[in-house]
């Protein structure tokens, strides 16, 4: 089992910045992709951005290419996703989340943590 908390969402003015942390605690946390996803109201959850086991390896979607970078540290079991240049359209809940996969389908993710609320308002 993987225990994973989110923190760090909040309300912030559109071209703002936000960073969000994820602290893990179970299995040995550097053998996980950690991946962040966010889901929409009325939209299906999408990937944002993962790393495999260590910052050396990540991968984002094309929509924060540029504007969101995902960070680890092995030794404190935390993964944080610091997201500059927010946009009206990135108003979303974000999930972490913890994969012995290299994957960005979230049905590859067996543990999530609850969700943090990110709202960018003009």
């Known amino acids: 089992q993987v225990q994973l908390v989110e923190s760090g969402g909040g309300l912030v003015q559109a071209g703002g910045s936000l960073r969000l942390s994820c602290a893990a605690s179970?299995?040995?946390?550097?053998?996980?992709?950690m991946g962040w996803f966010r889901q929409a109201p009325g939209k299906e959850r999408e990937f944002v951005a993962m790393n495999w086991r260590s910052d050396t390896m990540t991968f984002y979607a094309d929509f924060v290419k540029g504007r969101f970078t995902i960070s680890r540290d092995n030794a404190k079991n935390t993964v944080d996703l610091q997201m500059n240049s927010l946009k009206l359209e990135d108003t979303a809940v974000y999930y972490c989340?913890?994969?012995?996969?290299?994957?960005?389908?979230?049905?590859?993710?067996?543990?999530w943590g609850q969700g943090t609320q990110v709202t960018i308002s003009s």
């Open positions: 989340a913890a994969s012995p996969r290299y994957s960005i389908k979230p049905s590859d993710y067996a543990y």
């Open positions: 179970g299995r040995t946390f550097s053998n996980y992709s």
